[in-house]
């Protein structure tokens, strides 16, 4: 279901579709790299009470395996939730459309699963609340994403999808750099309201930007399904999943699982290896340095995949990527991790702007959501591989100081690479070089 009226989606049209993505990325991001981090660190270091399946997890030497099991429970529930409601949402009807209702309930309960996390006492609680609140942000992130390739024109979704990275970067940037400076302030038997506020900021940002992508996709479906009533019918029952859909997803599960390790273990690596004073703090600032490369990297990746076509932008970022973190291995104080990691962020602009397009091509008409739902499990997949890299990197660290980090940034560099080649033989279905040509 497509409009194809490229008039209708200029630029501003596409950042208002995207806006929830802020909202989401951001709040996702702000939590994975800023707030969890710090209250798992809190929870170990002031001795709570943290037992879980009868361990014992009052220890400073298991952080980076307790905020791995965190993110990793919380992901397996996504994984489950999102590809069954992508299904669904394909064939919902009501006055809202297909898909923002689940949005709107996405928003909705996880500001309201925030205030449970925040008051969480110890590990469990902690736990617990985290995994409820994946499981409903992944009712309102499922549909959301499968919008591009609903709506937009197929010779506009490279744009479309460096507008979408553009608004996820940018949620990323702001939420994290607001919640890293508000939490450096947080201390869980003190300063306790920092939390609140930082909760506050992240839980608002997702009501105003479901809002925003609400007000533009509402009427814009209405008016495909008055132009076409019989849309839904046909579409269902002539479309099937791309051919090459499983290289696709196992390449983006490679590289996604790349993306996530510095998100997930860098509040450590700058504790434990940079050694700066005020881990949470510095990671806000590089984490805003690095989104405003990734920002600046976005739309011409969008530009050129629509041109040259979204394969080969995937290549040229992967590549850059895996250098870039080869390189930060060999990185001496905060300013050369700084440089390092944003001319890598750059890449991994590259990366996410045009492996989105390509999975909106790839992307069967009709079945958006259920193809979107399996593109979010391969996500979910290689950011939950890398939450599973936390024993790894502890038991590196016991042997030998920093070694763990070592090779958590070479491992990365050869996931991008080896993602790289395993998207090599994967080809856009013929109906959607025609379909391009048509709406061009």
Same mark, same amino acid.
């Given at each position: ?16 579709? #995207?806006?929830?993505?802020? #909202?989401?990325?951001?709040?996702? *991001?702000?939590?994975?790299? /800023?707030?969890?981090?710090? *209250?798992?660190?809190?929870? /170990? ?48 009807? !009501? ?14 309960? /996880? !500001? ?22 994946? +499981?409903?942000? =992944? ?22 999808? =460096?507008?979408?990275?553009?608004? &996820? ?5 702001? *939420?994290?750099?607001?919640? #890293? ?119 011409? +990746? ?30 001496? %104080? ?19 702007? +045009? ?34 890299? %936390?024993?790894?990197? &502890? ?36 109906? &959607?070089? +025609? ?6």
């Amino acid at each position: 279901m497509q409009d194809n009226s490229n008039s209708q989606w200029g630029n501003l049209a596409l950042l208002r579709l #995207g806006a929830f993505g802020f #909202g989401l990325t951001g709040f996702i *991001l702000a939590m994975d790299t /800023v707030i969890l981090p710090v *209250l798992v660190l809190g929870l /170990v270091r002031e001795g709570a009470e943290n037992t879980f399946l009868g361990l014992d997890l009052v220890r400073e030497g298991a952080k980076n395996t307790l905020l791995g099991l965190l993110g990793l429970s919380g992901l397996l529930v996504a994984a489950l939730v999102q590809p069954v409601v992508g299904w669904y949402s394909d064939r919902t009807r !009501s006055p809202l459309g297909r898909r923002v209702p689940y949005m709107l309930w996405g928003c909705i309960s /996880v !500001s309201l699963g925030l205030v449970g996390l925040a008051a969480a006492t110890n590990y469990l609680s902690l736990f617990v609340m985290w995994v409820l609140i994946q +499981a409903n942000a =992944s009712i309102g992130f499922g549909p959301f994403q499968a919008l591009i390739r609903d709506l937009v024109p197929i010779n506009r979704i490279g744009v479309a999808s =460096s507008l979408k990275i553009l608004a &996820d970067a940018s949620g990323g940037v702001v *939420l994290i750099a607001l919640t #890293g400076t508000l939490m450096g302030r947080f201390t869980i038997d003190g300063a306790s309201y920092w939390l609140w506020i930082a909760l506050g900021v992240v839980g608002a940002s997702l009501i105003v930007t479901a809002a925003i992508s609400s007000s533009i996709v509402v009427p814009r479906e209405r008016a495909v399904q008055a132009a076409d009533q019989d849309i839904w019918h046909r579409l269902r029952s002539t479309t099937r999943l791309h051919p090459q859909l499983t290289w696709f997803l196992l390449s983006r599960y490679l590289m996604i699982a790349a993306i996530f390790v510095f998100p997930t273990y860098g509040l450590f690596f700058l504790d434990d290896v940079v050694q700066v004073s005020n881990p949470a703090q510095t990671l806000g600032i590089m984490i805003a340095a690095v989104g405003g490369a990734v920002v600046l990297s976005v739309y011409p +990746a969008g530009w050129l995949s629509d041109r040259i076509g979204h394969k080969p932008v995937v290549l040229m970022g992967a590549i850059g990527a895996a250098l870039g973190l080869a390189a930060m291995t060999q990185a001496v %104080g905060p300013n050369q991790v700084l440089f390092i990691a944003s001319l890598t962020g750059a890449a991994v602009g590259v990366v996410l702007t +045009a492996n989105w397009a390509l999975a909106n091509q790839l992307g069967a008409a009709g079945r958006e959501g259920q193809h979107i739902g399996l593109v979010s499990l391969a996500t979910i997949g290689g950011a939950a591989t890398a939450k599973l890299m %936390g024993p790894g990197v &502890d038991l590196l660290n016991l042997a030998s100081p920093g070694s763990g980090y070592t090779a958590l940034l070479l491992g990365a560099a050869l996931l991008f690479l080896l993602g790289a080649l395993v998207l090599l033989p994967v080809r856009p279905h013929p109906a &959607d070089s +025609a379909q391009k040509r048509a709406s061009g």
